[in-house]
């Protein structure tokens, strides 16, 4: 099967097999940062914005993905290095195997959510149980990187 997207900003065919996720045909076509973790959709490490929301990649399949702009990490490095900093000002890094979807996550929210609270932002990270270092020291790194007290 195949069919036309864009992907972080260029036109990409994608042939791929009938009934397969796109996480795995991301990752075929060399975007490494979308990680499979638990490959349930429960994870959060294959998150990649679909149409400029976050979804998550091991629960989608391709053939839905026509005509769609999917971006991925690689797409927002100036983005990911700045809420980067933050989260190393607060200890919080992460590692590099759940770091991208979490922070397509962040940066998601940061374009839709204004002025968010603690529970508004826990609820917006629902789906990425990934948290290498804990919750409250991204939790201080998000509401800074955010403007939010």
Known sequence: MQLETTINGRPVPLTF??????SETLRRYGYLSVKEGCDTGSCGLCTVW?????VLSCSILTARCGGKEITTIEALQTEA????R?????????CGFCAPGFTLTVLAMKRELVDPDEKEISHYLAGNLCRCSGYQGQMRAIKKYMGVK
């Open 17 to 22: 097999a009938a009934g397969e996720f796109l």
């Open 86 to 94: 933050f989260m190393v000002a607060e200890g919080a890094e992460q």
């Open 50 to 54: 679909l149409d400029g929301s976050p």
């Open 81 to 84: 290095e700045e809420f980067g």
